[in-house]
């Protein structure tokens, strides 16, 4: 069963940016983001190692900043 764990939201700005990790038996099968801009190959890279079995959950959260950079 699917389940998700979202990132911390950027602060301020009324929570405009954030990063949610979409993961399926532990393995991450999405990224969705939100304001998070220049992410995508990141989120790209993170699916395809966790994918491979070569990152963790515990992993994520740092993975990928809400907002870029």
Request: hydrophobic share 45%; glycine share 10%; with cysteine.
């Amino acid at each position: 069963m699917p389940w998700w764990t979202a990132g911390p939201a950027l602060r301020g700005e009324e929570h405009r940016a954030a990063v949610v990790h979409c993961l399926d038996e532990g393995v991450v099968e999405a990224v969705p983001l939100w304001n998070t801009w220049g992410s995508v190959p990141a989120a790209r890279e993170l699916i395809t190692r966790s994918q491979a079995g070569d990152l963790y959950i515990d992993a994520l959260e740092s993975r990928i900043r809400p907002g870029g950079a």
